[in-house]
């Protein structure tokens, strides 16, 4: 069976970087794409990235398009999130999920990743304070 776990997370200053690992076991992970989604305190979970099965195609939700990058490297069964710039407005809970999408289909839109998730990891907390 499929399982996900998320590390990497932490406490940065703002305008730092840190790299999520989202790294899977059970099944080799090419078969998915991978989204990424972060959870604010008090807010809804939002979708913040996606890459498909081979890595040619992600997208970004436009509060982080230029500051983070997702990557995947399916030989170690496992993708990443580089996140630059970083902003308090960043903080939260991130998680990282197997999407089942249709074979044609290379990523969902950031909005509607949450209509695909198959597989949840249990999340890593991000935190940006001075």
């Known amino acids: 069976q499929l399982q996900l776990v998320e590390s990497g997370g932490g406490l940065v200053q703002p305008g730092g970087s840190l790299r999520l690992s989202c790294t899977a076991s059970g099944v080799t992970l090419d078969y998915y794409p991978i989204g990424w989604f972060r959870q604010a305190p008090g807010k809804e979970r939002e979708g913040v990235s996606c890459i498909s099965r081979s890595g040619g195609s992600t997208n970004y939700a436009d509060s982080v398009k230029g500051r983070f990058t997702i990557s995947r490297d399916n030989a170690k069964n496992t993708v990443y999130l580089q996140m630059n710039s970083l902003k308090p407005e960043d903080t939260a809970v991130y998680s990282c999920?197997?999407?089942?999408?249709?074979?044609?289909?290379?990523?969902?839109?950031?909005?509607?990743?949450?209509?695909?998730?198959?597989?949840w990891g249990q999340g890593t907390l991000v935190a940006v304070s001075s």
């Open positions: 999920a197997a999407l089942e999408v249709p074979i044609t289909t290379m990523c969902p839109t950031p909005t509607t990743l949450a209509e695909y998730i198959e597989i």
